[in-house]
């Protein structure tokens, strides 16, 4: 093993192994596979029918606050929370 600056300290190399494992993947430790997280959007590709804004007013909206500086995740954040738009690529 290499010391902090580089220098070789002496000490046994030992690897670390975990019962069940095979290989050195991530991922759960007594079964195979590394899970599936992720958010998962909605099939139907039309606006929800509570959102009663008009994609003109949402475009609107959207150049606006581009206009302000803001990143399109902040963008979107906004919409999402002060006016009810969950996607914005459904209304549009």
């Known amino acids: 093993l290499k010391g ?13 192994r975990f019962p069940g494992k095979e290989g050195g993947a991530m991922g759960r430790m007594y079964g195979k596979g590394k899970g599936m997280s ?3 959007l909605p099939y139907r590709r ?7 804004m ?6 609107d909206h959207i150049c606006k606050l ?10 979107g954040v906004t919409l999402r929370d002060s006016f009810g738009i969950p996607q914005v690529g459904n209304v549009t």
């Open 4 to 16: 902090p600056f580089g220098a070789d300290c002496g000490a046994p190399r030992r690897e670390l």
């Open 38 to 40: 992720s958010s998962a």
């Open 46 to 52: 039309k606006p929800p029918a509570w959102v009663k």
């Open 54 to 59: 008009k994609p003109e007013d949402v475009c």
């Open 66 to 75: 581009a206009k302000k500086g803001l990143a399109p995740s902040q963008i």
